[in-house]
Every structure is written in structure tokens, then in C-alpha cells.
């Protein structure tokens, strides 16, 4: 080959390869005279030789030729656009879907965006502004030479780049694409947050406008992914406006908060949840930007946490924005109170309009959806406070379910969450009080969807009213007991407590002071419970005892029969009288019947010492009743007085019970009930109960911990870390072989992991040994370098765990330090592929903390530390990562900074020293 066929393909080197085949459409032949620019490289001297040679530019002032080249190959690009469009109409290409623009043309493409980019706004942009050149372009960063005009010098030549690239922007297709996904939309954004932000270009209000035009063209995720990578900026008009619009994103994105959540928490890149980072959020939401009221702000908020929650076919999501909603309560009540829970019950007890529709079926149904993904919470007074002011609008709407043959199983899951979370039987009550009832001026009523929706009630007799409730009777008794058996017994016997104490007080009334339907009600509602629980009622009798005794005590043949529902009470004559004292007996036989049930169902030893004294009472009253069924009574009780008592019941029966509740709520189907019973579980490890068997309750965690849900797994995680500190020498090992153990499953060792790093971050310097177990195992795991993508996410586990050991216990990595630094030394050097940047990212940072952690400089073995420095140099040069290269470079900057505080001699030292010498 002859030397000049040598120089001719140095040059096209330099430039762009030419393919062998060319071709013949207009857009094909732009790219042509674009490559033809670029022929000798993208140095600006060698593109403006080639456009004056070819006559493409007028001869103007040297200051001016800048934005003369920038303004003709803005126009070329303006071009492509025109044309990838017109080529877009084509048959073929609209049917495939097909890219206009060739892969060889992308190398072309690329060249003229990136030299538009580098002197048509980095030239323009302050020191300090953007991302630096050598992080972006990589193989040619040291050849760049960008001449600084600044501003307000550059001003002109950056309104110019912007309102051209804007006419593509703005448009459709393919360059338009190009230009959002790579370089050339997030650098327009930049320079119009300059010229927004810089002193003394700020002051032009067309500037604000052209603001809004770019920034509205990003998706939210995005803009808060980019305004993230802006945060280190040195130039402080610029930072301080980045970090203005990144706490505004709620405010001007409907989407924000959702895609704030999705970008902390990593919810794009994996469905694991981690405690901490929910917690960074919530800290994030609960600050409030100073450009708005808080009334304001927190009613946006509140909105998009609302809409947050209806999409219940995002779990993973509706359970950290639960999470969030959950923790802001915990701060402050009444923001969530008045601006996420105060919409809610508007939907399900709306206030009486003029208007006939009152809550349309969308709003309905999404506040019902609300309410399921709230209810996934166990926070009890988080959710007494959502659900004390609906509960029976709530309880009508399940009614009104069961009715319309719609499914029941849902809602009816919500309640018994709810109760077994929160374990009130005054709320209990306040359903069984409502058993049947209708709202003042509104119903329920399926709408043309054939979804409920909320109507205004039509005018009808009350007559009507009530006829309609009687119909509704049975099946609302029945779906009340279908709650009750799915909750604990001690609920269920005290609401049956209640109902009969309300239903012996209103036989003890005059008419005017008890509505007689209502007694009706409490009378059915009690033959219910007493047959569907009898045997479970007979356990715990002293309180049952204590209302029969009180009955029998002030029986009366004058009581008020509950027949007066259909009399008035002007029409009552003898006839009636005689009714009432027919009823009286009928009450009284039922009262004797019950205590006849509990005498023969409750064994002695179920007798307490309560009981027997009420039982000697109701000895001496049963005489005074004459009736032929007493005596029986009488013998039986004194079978019962004489025999063993019971001794009172210790802690640990008590914590027996409570751990009988935990197992049985960890088999139940319902998500929050089991979370309630890991929650118990807790309670018992948490103050050493003497029913916990650490083996068993570990292995009940690991079961549990396979669970997908991120409430369940989330309780598993606390659990664990609980055991943890409860018997340090038996759980720590079993979970560090589970971790290292490649058999287990990736899930469980990622859970196990963050139980890990939680307790070593709680424990800190008083990890002890548990440290050096960890430090000792998971080094494998790093080491671990195989193909499999999914590996990663296990061995940046590793990393973190190792990284946290560095930083509260150094002491635990001394004796392993070289082994932890050739580790994290060959991820670096070893694992090069864009699929493994992320371990090079976790990896720079954890050769910072093994460097300045356990001994400082000091520390670091003899010939690592040039290594260290030559290899974290080479990332930040050529690493194909932004990040990384970042990172490696921050890392840098925190050893030369160490180097130079090793290297100044303190002032007490100083003392010494002359001191030694005698000075």
C-alpha cells in the first residue's frame, strides 16, 4: 500500500468511514454533505475550513463565525427533520414501523449533534454548569477544546440553538426521538435553566415562557432523573435553581410524587422495597418548598398520594405510598386527616346537594380502592382514624353488595383486617347498633356501568323506610356473623356482651325512651350470636354472669315488651298488658336458658373466682323468682361453687395466648391480618417472653419471609432483625450460612441481607463478632463473577453490608482488608461490560470506605495504595459509565483530601515537638 493511500485512510479515520453502498434519496444525500463536513474530524477550525471552502458561509467578524457554523449545521439538522419525516409517509416504512435513519448515519447524526451541543451551548454555559465534557465523551475528551463564551456573551448564540432545536422538539419523529433519549434535549433544558437563572440574563421574561416550552416536553421520571445529575453543580444561582425545581416537581407534575417514590426507592429497576428509603422519602414530601402556603401544598400532595392509591394493580407502589402516608401521619396527623382522609369520607357520606347524582360510580369505586390499599397498613390508630367516621357507610355499602349479588369477598376482607388490626369492640358495636339503618338524604344505587354509586334519597313514608329495612334484616344478620367468625373470640363474646346488656336495658324502658325496633333487632342479633358461638360464649363467663345477675336482680312483670313495634303507644289497653307480661316471661325464659347454657358448657375450671362470686349471688336471687326451673339451676351452681377454682393467669399464659393469636393469624388468606400476626410475634420476642422458642420463631420468620407481598416481607425484616437481638449467637450464623448459601432462594437472600445491614447499622460499634462472621462470608459472594445479570443484585448487597461494616464498626475489616480491597480491585478492572456498571459503581464507593475506614491511610496495606489510585484514575478516564466515572472521581477527591490532612501537623503536635526540642 502506498503512503498516500496511507494518508487517505488516516484521514477517513479521523473523519467518518464512507459504506460501500450510497443512497440516492434526499435524505440519503444530506447525510452525504454532512459526512463531507466532518471529513477531517469535528475540531471547529477543521468544520468552519470546510464550510468556507465550500461557500457556505458569508464572511463575517471573527467573534461572529461561532455562531454562523453553529446556525448552518442547526439548519442541516432542521433538514433531517423535514426529511426523516417525508420518509416516514412512506408505505413501507409507516408499516413496519421502520427508523428512517440508517445505523451508519447514526455515526453521522451523532458527530453533528454532539459538535452542535459542545460549541453551540457548552461554549455558552458558566463554569461549573452541566455535565463536564471529559464525563460525556469519552475516546475524544482529551482532544475537545471548547473556547468559553459565557454569559451574557453567549446569550445570542444560545437563544438561537434553543429556538431551533425546539422546532424539533416540538414536532414529531424520528430526530425528535433521537434528540430526547441521547444528547441534545436535556442540553436545550440546560441552557434555558441558564439563561433563566444567570443574574444577569434572569431578568428577560421571555425567558420564562421558553422555560416552560422544554421543560414540559420531558416525561417527570426523567426530569427528576436529570435534575438529580445537576445537584453538584458549583455555580450557585444554577444549584439553587436545579434544587427549586426538584422540590416543586409535585407541584407542576401530576405525576410527581408517584415518579419521586418510583426514582428513590428504585421501583423502575426492582420490586424489593427498602425501609430507609421510604423514610428519605417521606423526609422529601414533608418539606415544603417556600413558594407556596401549606394549605396549598399539602392539598397537592395529599391528590397525588390519593391517586396513588387507587391503582391497586400496583401493589409494590401502593404499598410504599401507604407506607409514606402511614409515616407523615405519625408526624403530623392533620395533614393527613384534612387532605387525603377528608376526601374519602366525603365519597362515602356525602353532604345532601340540590344535584340527584352525589358520588358518580368512577369516584365511588376509586375511594373504594383507597381504602384497600390503606387498610394493608397496621398502624391501629392510623387506621381508627381513617375508618371511625365511614365505618358504617362503609358496612351499608357491603350490605348493599350482598344484595345486588355483587362480590362481597373484598370488602368484607377490608372489615375483618380492620378489626383484627385494631381490636375494638366499640366500633364492633357501633356496626351491630347499625345492623340495618339508612343514611339521612342519601343511598346506594347501581349505576349505568352497573357499578354502586351514591344517590340523593327519594322523599317516601317512613312506613316504606321501614318496611324496606325489615326485608334487609336477615341478610345483614347474616353477613354480621360471617364478620364475626373471622375474628378473635374475645371480640366476639364481648360484642355479644354488650347486645344483651342493650337489649335487658331496653325491656326496662318505657316506649318513649327505646325505639322497640331497635330492641327487636338486639333480640335477634342475640339468638345469632348464641347459636352460632355458644361454646366459645361459655369459656369466659364472669362478665355474661355479671348482666344475668343484673337482670334477674331487677326483673319486673311491668317491663315494656318489645311487641309495642307495631302499637302505639295511645292504643295500648289490657289486651296489650297482658301481651307485655306474655313477653316478659319469654325475656325472662331466655335469660334463664342462657345461664342454664353457660352453667352446663363452661367446665369448673373455666369458673373463675369472679364467677363463683357472681354465681353465689345469683343463688340467692333465683329463689325469689318461684319458677319450677330453678331449682334445677340451684343444684347445678352449687356443683359448680364447690368445686376446684382456677388459680389467676400468669404472664406467661397470657403471652401463650397472644402466641397462639400470632401462629393462627400467620395461616389467614388476608395479607394485613397476617402482618398483624408477625406484629405479635414481635411484641413477644421484643420482651423476651418465655414462650418463644428462638428456633421456631426463626424458622416461622424464613416461611414467612417467601412471601411476595412487601407488607409481609417487611414485618419478617423487623422480626428478624428483633431475633437478632434477642439471641445474637444463635440466629446470626443460621441467617449468615442462609445468605451465602447459593441453594436458597435470590429473593430470601436479598431480605436477609437487609435484615443484616439494618442491625448492623443499629448495632454499630457493638456488633461484636457478628461483624467479622459477616465480613468473613459475604467477601464470596463479591467475588462471585459469573454471567448470570440476576447475581448482581445479591453481590451489591454484599457490598452495601460490607460497605456499612467500614463505616460503624471498622474493627471487624482489619484482619480482612486486603482480601476486601483485591475483591472490590478486580470487580473494577475485571467486570468492564455495560450490563456489570453497576457493581463498578457500588464497587468505587466501597474501595472509599475500605480506604478511610478501619485505619485511615494509615491502614491500607503496603502497595495498595498507588494501585488504588491508578485504577480509580483509569475509571474516571475511560469507564463507559457517567456515573462511574463520577463516583471514582468523588472518591479521588475524598483520598487527596485525607492525603492532605494526613500531611498538616496539628497544632498540639506541634507543642510537642518544641517542646522535644527544647524551643
Not at 12 to 28: A, C, S
Not at 57 to 72: A, G, I, N, T
Not at 195 to 213: G, H, K, V
Not at 290 to 310: A, C, D, H, P
Request: aromatic share 6%; proline share 4%; glycine share 4%.
Amino acid at each position: 500500500m502506498s503512503e498516500t493511500n496511507a494518508k487517505v485512510e488516516y484521514k477517513q479515520h479521523k473523519g467518518l468511514h464512507k459504506p460501500e453502498f450510497l443512497g440516492n434519496k434526499p435524505l440519503d444525500h444530506l447525510f452525504q454533505e454532512i459526512s463531507e463536513i466532518f471529513c477531517d474530524g469535528d475540531r471547529f477550525e477543521s468544520v468552519q475550513s470546510i464550510l468556507k471552502n465550500s461557500h457556505k458561509l458569508e464572511e463575517e467578524p471573527p467573534k461572529e463565525s461561532r455562531y454562523q457554523v453553529v446556525k448552518y449545521l442547526l439548519s442541516l439538522l432542521v433538514q433531517l427533520h423535514t426529511l426523516s419525516n417525508l420518509e416516514r409517509q412512506n408505505a413501507s416504512v409507516k408499516k413496519h414501523n421502520l427508523i428512517t435513519i440508517s445505523m451508519h448515519d447514526m455515526k453521522t447524526f451523532n458527530m453533528l449533534v454532539n459538535f452542535i451541543v459542545i460549541q453551540g451551548i457548552y461554549s455558552c454555559l458558566p463554569p461549573g454548569v452541566g455535565i463536564p465534557l471529559p464525563k460525556r465523551f469519552l475516546k475524544s475528551s482529551q482532544k475537545i477544546k471548547v473556547v468559553k463564551l459565557g454569559l451574557p456573551n453567549g446569550e445570542k448564540l444560545l437563544n438561537m440553538v434553543i429556538g431551533e432545536m425546539l422546532k424539533i422538539l416540538e414536532a414529531d419523529g424520528d430526530v425528535k426521538d433521537f434528540l430526547m433519549t441521547g444528547t441534545g434535549y436535556s442540553d436545550v433544558l440546560c441552557a434555558t435553566m441558564c439563561l433563566l437563572s444567570y443574574p444577569e440574563t434572569s431578568s428577560n421574561l421571555n425567558y420564562q415562557t421558553l422555560f416552560d416550552r422544554v421543560e414540559q416536553l420531558c416525561p417527570t421520571f426523567e426530569l427528576i432523573k436529570f435534575y438529580s445529575s445537576l445537584v453538584p453543580s458549583q455555580q450557585p444561582h444554577f444549584k439553587l435553581f436545579v434544587l427549586t425545581r426538584l422540590s416543586n416537581v409535585p407541584l407542576f407534575r401530576n405525576d410527581g410524587v408517584m415518579c419521586l417514590i418510583e426514582y428513590i426507592c428504585g421501583l423502575r429497576d426492582e420490586e424489593e422495597i427498602d425501609i430507609e428509603k421510604i423514610e428519605q422519602v417521606t423526609s422529601i414530601l414533608l418539606s415544603k418548598p417556600t413558594n407556596i402556603s401549606s394549605g396549598e401544598y399539602f392539598k397537592v400532595l395529599g391528590s397525588q398520594l390519593y391517586e396513588i392509591l387507587i391503582l391497586i394493580d400496583r401493589p409494590v407502589l401502593t404499598s410504599v405510598a401507604g407506607h409514606i402516608l402511614e409515616n407523615i401521619y405519625l408526624k403530623n396527623s392533620l395533614i393527613v386527616k384534612d387532605f387525603v382522609f377528608q376526601r374519602i369520607w366525603d365519597n362515602l357520606d356525602p353532604n345532601s346537594t340540590e344535584n340527584e347524582e352525589l358520588v358518580s360510580e368512577k369516584d365511588l369505586n376509586n375511594t373504594v380502592n383507597v381504602i384497600i390499599s390503606i387498610a394493608q397498613k397496621a398502624e391501629p390508630m392510623f387506621l381508627i382514624a381513617l375508618f371511625s367516621p365511614i365505618l358504617i357507610p362503609l358496612w351499608n355499602y357491603l350490605c348493599f353488595l350482598q344484595q345486588k349479588g355483587k362480590p362481597t369477598k373484598v370488602m368484607m376482607g377490608v372489615l375483618v383486617s380492620f378489626f383484627t388490626i385494631v381490636n375494638s369492640v366499640e366500633l364492633l358495636n357501633e356496626i351491630a347498633q347499625n345492623l340495618i339503618t339508612n343514611m339521612e338524604s342519601w343511598e346506594f344505587k347501581l349505576g349505568p356501568n352497573d357499578l354502586p354509586m351514591i344517590v340523593r334519597t327519594p322523599k317516601s313514608l317512613d312506613s316504606t323506610k321501614t318496611a324496606r329495612l325489615f326485608d334487609t334484616l336477615d341478610a345483614s344478620l347474616k353477613l354480621y356473623i360471617s364478620l364475626l367468625k373471622e375474628l378473635d373470640k374475645g371480640l366476639v363474646n364481648k360484642v355479644f356482651l354488650d347486645v344483651l346488656q342493650r337489649w335487658l336495658n331496653g325491656n326496662n324502658t318505657l316506649v318513649a325512651d327505646e325505639n322497640p325496633f331497635k330492641i327487636l333487632i338486639n333480640l335477634r342479633l342475640l339468638e345469632a350470636i348464641a347459636s352460632n358461638f355458644k361454646d366459645q360464649l361459655a369459656e369466659e363467663p364472669e362478665e355474661l354472669l355479671v348482666i344475668t345477675k343484673s337482670f334477674l336482680k331487677n326483673f319486673s312483670p311491668t317491663t315494656t315488651s318489645y311487641a309495642n313495634i307495631i302499637k302505639p303507644e295511645e292504643d295500648i289497653d289490657s289486651d296489650d298488658e297482658d301481651e307485655d307480661e306474655k313477653t316478659d316471661k319469654e325475656t325472662l325464659k331466655m335469660v334463664l336458658e342462657l345461664l342454664s347454657s353457660v352453667i352446663s358448657e363452661t367446665s369448673v375450671a373455666n369458673f373463675s373466682h369472679g364467677s363463683i362470686k357472681e354465681l353465689k349471688e345469683i343463688q340467692t336471687i333465683l329463689p325469689n323468682l318461684k319458677l319450677p326451673a330453678t331449682q334445677t339451676l340451684l343444684e347445678r351452681i352449687n356443683l359448680n361453687i364447690n368445686g376446684e377454682r382456677p388459680k389467676p393467669k400468669s404472664q406467661k399464659e397470657q403471652d401463650k395466648l397472644l402466641f397462639e393469636r400470632a401462629i393462627s393469624s400467620l395461616n389467614d388468606p388476608l395479607v394485613p391480618i397476617r402482618a398483624h400476626g408477625l406484629y405479635m410475634l414481635r411484641q413477644l420476642i421484643d420482651r423476651k417472653s418465655e414462650v418463644i422458642s428462638v428456633d421456631f420463631v426463626v424458622q416461622i420468620h424464613l416461611v414467612q419471609l417467601k412471601d411476595d407481598d412487601p407488607f409481609v416481607y417487611l414485618n419478617v425484616i423487623k422480626g428478624l432483625e428483633a431475633l437478632i437481638e434477642l439471641d445474637k449467637e444463635q440466629v446470626a450464623p443460621l441467617l449468615v450460612s442462609m445468605y451465602v448459601d447459593d441453594s436458597q432462594n435470590l429473593d430470601e437472600r436479598l431480605r436477609i441481607g437487609e435484615v443484616l445491614l439494618k442491625y448492623i447499622t443499629t448495632a454499630n460499634e457493638t456488633v461484636g463478632e457478628l461483624g467479622k462472621l459477616i465480613v468473613s462470608n459475604i467477601l464470596s459472594i463479591i467475588r462471585k463473577s459469573d454471567e448470570n445479570i440476576k447475581d448482581i443484585r445479591l453481590r451489591m448487597s454484599a457490598m452495601s453490608v460490607l460497605g456499612m461494616c467500614c463505616k460503624v464498626a471498622p474493627y471487624c475489616i482489619i484482619d480482612y482488608i486486603t482480601d476486601a480491597l483485591d475483591c472490590v480491585l478486580g470487580v473494577l478492572q475485571l467486570e468492564t461490560s455495560n450490563e456489570q456498571k453497576v457493581m463498578r459503581r457500588a464497587a468505587v464507593f466501597l474501595v472509599c470506605d475500605l480506604i478511610t475506614g478501619p485505619a485511615g491511610l494509615s491502614g491500607v496495606p503496603k502497595g495498595y495504595g498507588s494501585r488504588v489510585l491508578t485504577i480509580l484514575k483509569y475509571i474516571r478516564d475511560t469507564d463507559k459509565d457517567l456515573l462511574t466515572r463520577e463516583h471514582a472521581e468523588k472518591v479521588l477527591e475524598i483520598i487527596s483530601e485525607s492525603i492532605r490532612e494526613s500531611m498538616v501537623v496539628k497544632e498540639a503536635d506541634v507543642e510537642q515537638i518544641r517542646t522535644i526540642k527544647g524551643i
